[in-house]
């Protein structure tokens, strides 16, 4: 039993009956918390799993982890989402998305470790967590409100107008209520999640969104607008010091000196490069800053990656977000597009190629004015500002094919008669359950083999700075690798403790061996736990390799940190492995809600893109070739069916899984202490041989 | 800091450009005729860019402004193309021979893309103001048409 990190109880709210419960977190603590929680949760409240994703009876939990909230760097300001998806084709599989920023802390602040949402409200309401106080509010006026101003109602209301200029406000009538200065942490959705769009994200803050899997329309589905928290708790930690040295060491270590870097980039203002060296700011990755700005991260984050600008225009973006539009003809137009996505609360990662592609079908002649695709969008200003506010109203709102875009780009080309053809192409390169293609699917395979075998893009850069990017930035620039790929696959299989390199290699053969299997394997257990249940932060967790240290070992913190800040929080003491163990154990319990729902290995192939055509971008990946290490750049490289095939028979032997079905078996389950998935996976006929 | 090598753009030997040249090169091409190119940035991998003309590839190329990063509006993610592909479509749907070779023959094996941006960026900027050039100073004939 944890003596720190959690606050201990679980907030239960039925939308249907307006019934609410508090559920001991005791009861779920074995999961660590996140994902595993959330996952825990669904298993025992969602008693027919095949449900569709607006059904009333999916739940949606939005979980914390005991690190949420406190100093445990890049750890603290995530919150895990689970709930059964409506993006994904053919089946809108169980998933997960998450956001970062202060949502989690507040909640562990007002004495909650996460909330379970089931049910559907008869008419718009919101979520008023203050403390322990739970209240249904109507939000009949604030449908139809963006998120921005969704957000600045609640705080108004919750703060009776103090949160603005960080007044001083009580938080109850009473002596005891608690006194803040800080504006509730609301996690909302826009109109396009009012709208029950597929795309749609929840929304926090100015740029923390959880956008996969289509979790505002699940919520508008339920005709929740928002869930606000605010708190004024505390969180106890177990071993005070311990975090506290660990913090400092690991800035030490691994934390960007903005007055003496370690390592600079040799391109002045590259903002590529903050990949490797992690200066403050850099998540927005492309764009250089042309006005006043200044770094903000996430709760306890000491990397801070993204930024806020004068103009207020795309604060707190970074990542896919804020290069959506980089067609256009300015940064500034490339931010106010940013912005469009986040007010409307639209997921970017569906339109990102998507907004391409549909110009693709508009030059080919298919789509446009008369054409079989009717469109009267100014397809002619494609490229423009003007275009792209439209273009965005129009999924919003549904009018002209924003009325089929609603779906999502993939529904629409099935819709359309297109998706075979164009996903056979390539032009519409989606390989996986109508995902957008983010890593080459034929090269980088710990992105593409653990998004279909799993239930979304995986959307996990951990392994992928490294492998990817270390090579790519430094060979556009011509500059030597800081890091051999033989050296940096060694620390990678050491840290791991998967133990063999080859479970890196990324040559023709070596994407097809057990080795890889393994290397897959340990990936989906490290981030199911350590990443989605406990909260470390793919920009910065698993450290492997740090680039910064000055003097020149390359060795980084995991995996002494991961487990050492959670037995210094929580006083428990678990190993990196007992982890591993546990990120295996959920997500075995994730693959079993996925059998449920249908899943077999006949569904876990790609689209003929993957398959029939080859690579055209390089993609510096290590390579074992010709008996020696190195970084090459994968051109022409296409994926083997058969080769693919019998690689997925040695990932299911890997995982103790039926290689005929791809289905869990009783030995596995019960291995984990899964027995009564098993017994759930056996009434349904899909028990593993 | 590098900086763009005008003088070397200059230095090499290409014919004029003729009027019909210009008018082909600054005209929109086919869906079928367009240069696929790879906008490659962390958050989403290497997205794929279809460029339907010869100003579309010059903007695309000087997009990653490598000799002026830190300047408003500079954006430096990396616009990746390949040199090889580029000549071929100069070359073949262009129609520009002698700017296919200039390129072909800068584009030293070794190179990596920023040397090779550095290289023939100036190259295209300098066949761009030539086909401009000889567009703006022909007599507008529409009217009289």
Redesign the interface.
Known sequence: MATGGYVGKILYVNLTTGDMEEIPTADYEEWGGGHGMGSALFFDRVKDKTIDGYHPDNLVTMMTSPLSGTLVPSASGRTECNFIGIQQVPVGWYTRSNFGGRFAGELKFAGWDGIAIQGKSETPVWLNIVNGTVTIEDASGLWGLDTYETQEEIWSIVSGGNADDGTWYGLSTGRDGGRTTQRPAVATIGPAGEHLNRNACVLHDAGNAAGQGGLGGVLGSKNLKAVSVIGTGSIAIADPAALVDARMELQAAHGYDVDAPALEGP??????YG?IEGHPGFGP????V?QPARAQGCMGCFKNCRRRLSNGISNED???E??WW?SGT??LETNKATDLLDKAGLNVYDL??GH?YL??LY???ILGPGKAIESNLPWEKYGTYEFIEQFVDAIVNQTDIGADLADGVSRAAIKWGRWDEDTSSGLL?RPQWGYQ????PRLEVEWSYGSLFGDRDINE?GIN?HVH?HA?VT?????APLISAEDMVNLIAEGTGVGDPMGWNYSPDGIYTEAKAKAIAWHRHYTRFWKQSIGYCDWAWPMFINYNNRDGDFTGMSPGFEPRFFNAVTGKNITWQDGLELGRKIWNLDRAIWVLQGRHRDLEVYTNYVYDTPT????ALPMYLDGEWKYDPGLGRSLDREKFEGFKTTFYTVEGWDTATGWPTRATLDELGLGKVADELAAADKLGA | MDVVNEDAAVAVDMPPATEELARRALAKVSFEDRLVAYRMSPAAGNVRIDLYSFTEVGEYMFGTQWHEVGQPDARVDINWLDVDKLSSWLENVIGDAALAKAVHEVNVEGMSFREQVMAIGPLLKRRFEEYQALLTSEPDQTESD
């Open positions: 391109v002045p203002n590259f903002a590529f990949i990755l492309i764009l250089n042309d970074q990542c896919v804020s290069l980089v300015s940064q990102i190629n391409s110009n693709s030059q080919m002649g390169n293609q983010h890593y080459e850069h700075w990017w790519t060979g556009m620039i011509g500059q055209e971008a390089p993609d």
